[in-house]
């Protein structure tokens, strides 16, 4: 499988195969956010998805792919202190905001910041069209959080500090997607380094919800908690798995871009599962997110 990763590297067929791991990778992290926001704490729901993606790829890590390069051990240091960051601010955010109105200003802020991102880092540009669906894009991810913002009443007295603490961690997504774009370049075998990421990744956050949950004075029940994390780790593989593959395989740019259709998803999630409303202009809104996704993929 590796050897079949690599040999699409800068073909067409490995253009179009990133395009489709991207989209998978937004649909699936908008699943992936609905699970950490549900009726759980944040931080128990996050600290049981990385105890089940933790020990599922332990075995892979350590007996099953090559070992990392000695230079690899540098970049996993930084892999994991950029997603602890990322861990923390995201908690505080799904905390602090309700999940509709949060969620577009992450993944809003993400992309923008992860296209200057790539161009620094890979020497990526992007044409004046492409430009133009970044700019259609956000106007739907930021617009459909501004209605969220008008329309939703539950939690508004910590909405500020929620908005802040959500460009945050948009900051931090165009971080890890520019940081872990460079290391899954930076090693010969792409599935030794989602091996030893999701590893390393998973081993502090059930640490972190374990004393949350003893220091609870109404725990919840820990059977459902767990099956919330094993799926929410399987979910995780795929999603974090897929978009780093396909910044393997082509633009880093162009992949975030297309993976913060999340939003699209998310606001589809919301409806579906957790019964909120969409009405006609949240679905104008999501259109237009579509509608620049498009525009940048045509664009290139």
């Given at each position: 499988m590796?050897?079949?990763?690599?040999?699409?590297?800068?073909t067409e067929?490995?253009?179009?195969?990133?395009?489709?791991?991207a989209?998978?990778?937004?649909?699936?992290?908008a699943?992936?956010?609905?699970?950490?926001k549900?009726?759980?704490?944040?931080?128990?729901?996050?600290g049981?998805?990385?105890?089940?993606y933790?020990?599922?790829?332990?075995?892979f890590a350590?007996?099953?792919v090559?070992?990392?390069?000695?230079?690899m051990?540098?970049?996993?240091?930084?892999?994991?202190?950029?997603h602890?960051?990322?861990?923390v601010?995201?908690?505080?955010?799904?905390t602090?905001?309700?999940?509709?109105?949060?969620?577009p200003?992450?993944?809003g802020?993400g992309p923008l910041f992860?296209?200057?991102?790539?161009?620094?880092?890979?020497?990526?540009?992007?044409s004046?069209?492409?430009w133009?669906g970044v700019?259609?894009l956000?106007?739907g991810?930021f617009?459909l959080?501004v209605y969220?913002?008008?329309?939703i009443?539950?939690?508004?007295?910590t909405?500020?500090?929620?908005?802040?603490?959500a460009?945050?961690t948009?900051a931090?997504?165009?971080?890890y997607?520019?940081?872990?774009a460079y290391?899954?370049?930076?090693?010969?075998d792409?599935f030794?380094?989602?091996?030893?990421?999701f590893f390393?990744?998973?081993?502090?956050?059930?640490v972190?919800a374990l004393?949350?949950?003893?220091?609870m004075e109404y725990k919840p029940?820990?059977g459902?908690?767990a099956?919330?994390?094993?799926?929410?780790?399987i979910?995780?593989?795929f999603s974090f798995?897929?978009?780093?593959?396909?910044?393997?395989?082509?633009n880093v740019?162009?992949?975030a871009v297309?993976?913060?259709?999340?939003?699209?998803?998310a606001?589809?999630?919301?409806?579906i599962?957790l019964g909120?409303?969409?009405g006609p202009?949240r679905l104008?809104l999501?259109?237009?997110i579509?509608?620049?996704?498009v525009i940048?993929?045509m664009g290139g």
């Amino acid at each position: 499988m590796s050897d079949f990763i690599i040999s699409l590297e800068g073909t067409e067929t490995g253009h179009h195969a990133a395009l489709i791991l991207a989209l998978m990778a937004a649909f699936l992290h908008a699943l992936f956010g609905a699970l950490q926001k549900g009726k759980h704490d944040p931080w128990l729901s996050r600290g049981a998805m990385d105890f089940f993606y933790c020990i599922i790829a332990a075995p892979f890590a350590l007996f099953v792919v090559p070992w990392p390069e000695p230079h690899m051990w540098l970049i996993f240091l930084g892999m994991f202190v950029i997603h602890m960051g990322y861990k923390v601010a995201q908690g505080y955010t799904y905390t602090k905001g309700a999940y509709t109105v949060v969620y577009p200003v992450v993944r809003g802020s993400g992309p923008l910041f992860a296209v200057i991102g790539a161009g620094f880092v890979f020497g990526e540009h992007f044409s004046l069209v492409q430009w133009l669906g970044v700019m259609v894009l956000l106007s739907g991810i930021f617009g459909l959080a501004v209605y969220n913002l008008r329309t939703i009443t539950v939690g508004r007295e910590t909405m500020v500090p929620a908005l802040m603490l959500a460009v945050l961690t948009g900051a931090f997504v165009a971080l890890y997607t520019t940081y872990d774009a460079y290391g899954i370049r930076a090693t010969a075998d792409p599935f030794t380094f989602l091996a030893w990421f999701f590893f390393l990744d998973g081993l502090v956050m059930p640490v972190v919800a374990l004393l949350r949950y003893r220091n609870m004075e109404y725990k919840p029940a820990l059977g459902p908690l767990a099956v919330k994390g094993f799926f929410g780790g399987i979910v995780a593989y795929f999603s974090f798995g897929c978009i780093m593959l396909a910044t393997r395989l082509d633009n880093v740019g162009e992949a975030a871009v297309l993976r913060e259709t999340s939003t699209v998803f998310a606001a589809l999630i919301g409806w579906i599962v957790l019964g909120e409303k969409v009405g006609p202009r949240r679905l104008s809104l999501m259109a237009l997110i579509a509608a620049g996704a498009v525009i940048v993929e045509m664009g290139g």
